[in-house]
């Protein structure tokens, strides 16, 4: 009896250290107790339906697609586009970055984008989270008007000051800037995936093969 009550205390020993060590850990910063909170509280970080999406979208295929044209729209054309101090003016260089962005865009009628707007440190974080946003619909605004679809367009978002490139309290024109990124899939469209991506591909690379002049070889012409 005496052994049978000793292994019954080693075990609520273990659990009871199990229980303190799970309480050591921390979430943003601050220390999360799983024993009084709702079960998968700590997965999610506060956006409505994020998780349940991105667990969706994982196990379909569709999020990896989505990571993938998005790295390759990155590489491909730049994503970025820069503004003045207090400004929403685009100037003739992110004008031509648009129209690049805009250009690849157009090559993808299934996809979905979202613009991000973002401030340097300077001004209150309320008025730069407004400039950001109206960064981001200057951006959707000039895109629409390359022949984008405004519908595509499915999300206007601004950081403001929150996401710095460069983190300094003076102006600072890199950190000024707005991010285009692949989203996701028009709706209905997602079917795509389902073994047609090759065709999207295919199309492509038709729409932008040019004819390669042929020029005569030594051989041919017998010199």
Excluded at 17 to 41: T, V
Excluded at 128 to 147: C, E, F, I
Aim: charged share 25%.
């Amino acid at each position: 009896m005496a052994g049978h009550k000793t292994k019954i205390l080693a075990a609520v020993s273990v659990l009871t250290l199990a229980a303190c060590e799970n309480r050591d850990f921390f979430a943003d910063g601050e220390l999360f107790d799983s024993w009084n909170q709702e079960a998968g509280s700590f997965i999610d970080e506060g956006y409505f339906g994020n998780p349940t999406m991105n667990n969706t979208l994982i196990h379909s295929g569709d999020r990896r697609y989505v990571v993938n044209l998005n790295n390759r729209f990155a590489s491909e054309v730049p994503p970025m586009v820069n503004f003045a101090f207090d400004s929403t003016v685009l100037d003739e260089t992110s004008m031509a970055s648009l129209r690049k962005q805009a250009d690849w865009i157009k090559q993808f009628p299934e996809i979905r984008f979202r613009v991000f707007g973002h401030t340097d440190l300077v001004g209150s974080p309320a008025y730069n989270k407004r400039l950001g946003l109206r960064r981001a619909r200057r951006v959707v605004s000039y895109l629409a008007s390359q022949g984008v679809n405004r519908s595509r367009l499915e999300a206007m978002v601004s950081f403001g000051e929150t996401q710095p490139l460069i983190v300094t309290q003076d102006r600072e024109r890199k950190n000024r800037r707005t991010i285009t990124e692949v989203s996701g899939f028009v709706e209905n469209n997602s079917a795509l995936l389902n073994g047609k991506y090759a065709d999207v591909i295919f199309r492509e690379y038709v729409t932008s093969a040019t004819p390669v002049p042929i020029t005569p070889t030594e051989t041919e012409t017998g010199e």
